[in-house]
Every structure is written in C-alpha cells, then in structure tokens.
C-alpha cells in the first residue's frame, strides 16, 4: 500500500447545515494536529470544511494552517487548501494545495498531490496526502 507524504489528524468541532431542496451546505470547524519526521505542528483556530450538495453533486473545501516546528526546531507552518468531491461510491478524493516555509516540505508545493479522507472514530479523520 502506498505511504502518505503526510497524515493530517483532525478532531471536528462544530457543524452548521442548511437545506433548500435538494440542495445544502455544511461549515464544519475543526482542530487537530500534523506529526510527521520533517515536520510537528497544531491546526490554528479557523479552520473550516465547507460542504456543497447540489442534486446528487457532492463537493469540499478545507482550509487550514498548521503551525509548528521543522525536525530541526526552527519554527515552521503549512498552509492547506483542500477541494474534493464524493466518488459514485461515496468515497471521498481530495486535490489538496500546500504552502509552506518548512523548507524539508517545500516539495510538496509543487508536486502533484491527491488526498483520501478515513474515518478514525465518532467525530475523528484522517487526512492523508499522497504524491502522484
């Protein structure tokens, strides 16, 4: 099975919806935490998922940064914008975009990413970020 470049843990917070039809909108807020050899750090306050379903049309995007310290101890952050949609099957394929002054990341700026979102628990993901 192929590794994650990186794994983001997310712990949601809060939820809000609205309807119209067969249309509706979902902000989820959320906190959590990346730890990986290059790189250990928190989600900062803001981050939100906001959620479209229109029809049977499903899309995502998520924004967040991640501050916190490279393997050396020099502080660090990343930024994630992270658009996806439902496949026929439900599963959710993620095109995920990172900023980053962590230089052990700076690869992953102009590399060619997707993303798969696991279920880890009630109100619990994981974000995993892979290289094509």
């Known amino acids: 099975m192929e590794k994650p470049e990186i794994v983001v843990d997310v712990l949601i917070d809060e939820a809000y919806h609205v309807e119209s039809g067969e249309n509706g909108a979902n902000m989820i807020t959320f ?4 730890d990986c050899d290059a790189f250990s750090g928190i989600i900062m306050p803001g981050a939100v ?3 479209r379903k229109c029809g049977d049309k499903f899309t995502l995007s998520a924004r967040y940064m991640i501050q916190g310290k490279d393997a050396k101890g020099n502080p660090a952050s990343v930024f994630i914008e992270n658009n996806g949609t439902a496949t026929p099957d439900g599963k959710l394929v993620t095109v995920p975009k990172i900023l980053t002054d962590c230089e052990c990341l700076k690869y992953l700026e102009d590399a060619e990413l997707y993303g798969t979102i696991d279920p880890v628990g009630e109100n619990h993901i994981h974000i995993n970020i892979f290289k094509k």
């Open 49 to 51: 998922d906001t959620q």
């Open 31 to 34: 906190h959590g935490s990346l």
